[in-house]
């Protein structure tokens, strides 16, 4: 049950991050005109087919005492980032981030341009126009980019194993847990995690799908 | 800016290229007065550029927008005031109400800056001018068309602009509605007096509505003045359509007669031949004639004693009912479509196959390029 809290935390803290740092990226992405923009795209993409051991290798290699992020971490904390919950942190926002900057994007650019016309000149500048228009507009997409980061971080695997390690009540995640059990041949104990891991996902799901058929955007056109 | 802006000026001389394109897609140069001016054209024409442009919602190429002393742009001086900041009301085609926000909350979008009581007291004033107050707690997807286009009406002009652009805002609504919409306008208008521009292509919409009318064909103005100089007498083929011309013929023209001041013209391939005013046109060259349904007159007999100067024979091909006005199709060697009553068709018991006269003045045909 420790690794399970352990990944819902880890779930819920990546997902609120991507958030975050995923809206103003999508906003860019949807709106900016600049040539060079799929140089971006693709490089938000990369995680989509990368092997998660790639990713993982690269952010363990970087979070190392000797690679560039851990010395800076180690600077101004004192400790190192790699088999830490931080690091594991860092490690799934990067690995999530198309799972929450592409719903994004998807519903910023659904949003019909004259909208945001009409809000700018009716005196609104870029920031009030995306908090009192966009946003709202975009509230389905909002959820599905939360819930889809937060559902792909539970179920990773090869990135925390690369990252985090298997310290337990530190860095060993439910996947990792189903793991250790299949390999102590605890079939029993597996089953039940991964039986666990299985109903949250779908229940996780099922709120993306219901959320993207507008069962619950209460301005859909009558 | 802000203060007293009765009788201001809105000029514009813009040019802006299409994307990728190396012509001009834009380049005009209007003056808009306070009141309704029209600004006339089909699609294509360029006026919603030309909107979006004085909007601030689109960057001219070059250029200058001027509001009375105010530069809103202008590219010799690198200025360009964004559009938040213009305080210049736009009603899209769309209407582009925000479909989460109440009738209410979107009139009060513009008006952020008001303390709360103030916002509602102007809210609550202009949803009663335009008629919809008992609607200010509903969702424009639940609101029917016109009055969604009243709601749009009070979201722009409750933030008092300075200038007020209407793009096709009353499309669609019925002739009673749309003329009580903009008796509404005109009656707000009146204690302001800022320019107004409409952006119609309904040649209905022209007579009722304007004082003045800009013209605008392929990004160029064609034509400025009163709705009856421009429309009445268009010069190019596009706009000629638009007015509400049905005919454009194609003529060869045969001689001309300087001192009648008109010249003769051979209708298509066809042999047949009508005068037509005067234009710069050689003989054996090929013009343009647009002529109005509505100004040719059917008869059953060779009329006889008639001061006009072109009656051609021909055929019904076909009448169409269309409201309360039948579409007669002639074959005269070739087709002209003119306008009659049904109580003409009933009178002169007109059916397809009957052999009838067309007659039509001279200064009903008009030239065009």
């Given at each position: ?56 290798f ?46 994004l994007?998807?519903?910023?650019e ?6 945001l ?98 069962v619950?955007?209460?301005w859909?056109?009558? | ?21 190396s ?14 001016t029209?600004l ?123 200038v ?53 064909d ?6 400025a003045?009163e ?22 013929l ?32 050689a ?11 509505g ?17 051609m024979?021909?055929?019904i091909?076909?009448?169409?009912q ?23 068709v ?24």
């Open positions: 049950m420790e690794a399970l809290w352990l990944s819902l935390k880890l779930a819920a803290c990546v997902a609120a991050i991507l958030l975050a740092i995923g809206m103003p990226v999508a906003y860019w992405l949807a709106y900016s005109t600049w040539r060079g923009k799929f140089l971006l795209e693709s490089i938000v993409a990369l995680p989509l087919v990368l092997p998660p051991t790639v990713l993982g690269y952010a363990l290699v970087a979070m190392g005492p000797r690679g560039p992020l851990g010395k800076l971490w180690i600077a101004l904390f004192g400790h190192g980032l790699a088999f830490t919950f931080t690091g594991l942190i860092l490690a799934s926002v990067l690995y999530s981030f198309p799972f929450a900057v592409q719903p994007i998807a519903s910023f659904g949003v019909d341009p004259r909208l016309d009409a809000s700018a000149v009716l005196g609104a500048g870029a920031l009030r126009t995306f908090w009192r228009v966009i946003l709202p507009l975009s509230l389905p997409g909002v959820v599905t980019a939360a819930v889809l980061s937060f559902a792909h971080t539970l179920g990773e695997f090869g990135v925390v194993l690369m990252v985090g390690g298997n310290l337990a009540g530190v860095t060993r995640t439910v996947s990792i847990d189903i793991y250790d059990h299949v390999q102590s041949l605890e079939y029993g104990a597996a089953n039940r995690m991964a039986l666990l891991l299985l109903v949250i996902s779908f229940a996780v799901l099922s709120v993306v799908y219901a959320v993207n058929r507008r619950w955007t209460p859909a056109a009558k | 800016m802000g203060g007293e802006v009765n009788g201001t000026m809105l000029t514009a001389q813009i040019r802006k290229q299409r994307h990728g394109a012509s001009f897609a834009l380049d005009v140069s209007i003056e808009v007065p306070a009141g309704i029209i006339f054209g089909g699609s294509g024409a360029g006026k919603s550029t030309l909107l979006d442009c004085i909007a601030g919602l689109t960057r001219p190429d070059e250029g200058r927008i001027l509001l009375g002393g105010d530069v809103l742009y202008d590219s010799v001086r690198a200025s360009h005031i964004p559009a938040p900041k213009r305080r210049i009301a736009y009603v899209f085609q769309t209407l582009a109400l925000f479909p989460h926000l109440s009738a209410e909350e979107n009139v009060a979008y513009g008006l952020r800056n008001l303390p709360e009581e103030q916002r509602r007291e102007r809210v609550g004033e202009i949803l009663t001018v335009f008629r919809v107050k008992k609607l200010r707690k509903q969702r424009p997807g639940e609101i029917s068309g016109g009055e969604k286009q009243r709601i749009a009406l009070a979201r722009s002009l409750v933030t008092e602009p300075r007020l652009l209407l793009d096709e805002p009353l499309t669609g609504l019925d002739a009673e509605l749309k003329a009580a919409i903009v008796d509404d306008l005109r009656a707000w208008n009146a204690a302001r007096g800022i320019p107004v521009l409409y952006v119609t292509h309904n040649r209905d919409e022209v007579d009722s509505l304007g004082e003045r009318v800009i013209a605008l392929n990004g160029r103005v064609v034509s003045g709705p009856i100089e421009v429309l009445d007498a268009p010069r190019r083929k596009k706009l000629a359509q638009a007015a509400g011309f049905e005919n454009l194609h003529a060869t023209v045969l001689d001309l007669r300087e001192a009648d001041g008109m010249m003769r013209v051979k209708l298509g391939e066809s042999a047949c031949e009508i005068e037509v005013p005067l234009g710069y046109a003989v054996g060259s090929g013009v343009q004639v647009a002529v109005r349904a100004d040719i007159l059917l008869a059953t007999e060779r009329p006889r004693g008639l001061s006009a100067r072109n009656v024979e021909g055929r091909l076909s009448l169409e269309r409201g309360t006005m039948v579409i007669a199709r002639v074959d005269c060697g070739v087709t002209f479509v003119a306008h009659v009553t049904p109580g003409a009933r009178a002169l018991e007109l059916t397809a196959g009957r052999r009838v006269w067309l007659v039509l003045k001279t200064h009903s045909c008009y030239l065009v390029d």
